[in-house]
């Protein structure tokens, strides 16, 4: 989503239809398909997110607030904001996370959704097939 505009953006290659516009205009029926492994990929760079974040927190360096982040491909990443306890925590930082991020590997938790943190953020499976 846009966070500017609250607009849901998708990024693709458009095919040309014949006519040579690959344009269309609201409420032209569209095909959209989705590459199912690159699909899971980057569900898998999301969850590593959670888990980095999951991890930081339990290595208790500092006091990180996790902001933006990105969890495609070329470039997965997530950004913090806080300071680092002390200079010993700070040499050890990536050895510290590194050793959580295994064990929380280790653990073979199962990944949920929190519905309750954010139900505005959610339609029911009655919605969205009858929106698809």
């Known amino acids: 989503m846009n966070p500017t505009t609250k607009v849901v953006e998708h990024y693709g ?4 239809t014949g ?12 095909r ?3 590459d199912p492994n690159l699909r899971i990929l980057h569900a898998r760079l999301h969850s590593a ?4 974040d999951a991890a930081v927190k339990r290595a208790n360096l500092g006091d990180f607030i996790p902001g933006k982040g990105c969890h495609f491909p ?3 990443y997530v ?3 806080g300071t680092v306890y002390s200079e010993d ?6 050895e510290e996370i590194q050793k959580w991020v295994d064990t929380l590997v280790q653990e073979q938790s199962p ?22």
């Open 13 to 16: 290659n458009f095919e040309e």
């Open 19 to 30: 006519n040579n516009t690959p344009t269309f205009k609201p409420s032209d029926v569209v």
């Open 32 to 34: 959209l398909s989705i």
């Open 49 to 52: 997110g959670h888990l980095l």
């Open 74 to 76: 070329k470039g997965a």
């Open 79 to 81: 950004e913090y904001e």
């Open 89 to 94: 925590k700070k040499a050890s930082a990536k």
């Open 111 to 132: 990944v949920q959704v929190l519905k309750a943190l954010s139900p505005q953020l959610f339609h029911s499976l009655e919605i969205l097939h009858h929106r698809c």
